[in-house]
């Protein structure tokens, strides 16, 4: 079995990087998938905890 191996290096390649158009990205909504509980129910939590 033959393996195509390309020579590397510490730098990474960036030919491909002078090509890159950011008008050409799609606009994304970013959504929090386990967003943080509210402050006051943390400390709730702590406050049962202690007793």
């Known amino acids: 079995m033959v393996h195509n191996m390309q020579a590397r290096s510490d730098k990474p390649d960036t ?3 002078g ?5 050409k990205l799609k606009k994304t909504e970013t959504q929090e998938k ?3 509980p509210p402050k006051e129910k943390t400390e709730q939590e702590q406050q049962a905890g202690k007793s």
Request: no cysteine; glycine share 0%.
């Open 15 to 17: 030919a491909e990087t």
């Open 34 to 36: 386990n967003p943080l």
């Open 19 to 23: 090509k890159f158009t950011e008008s």
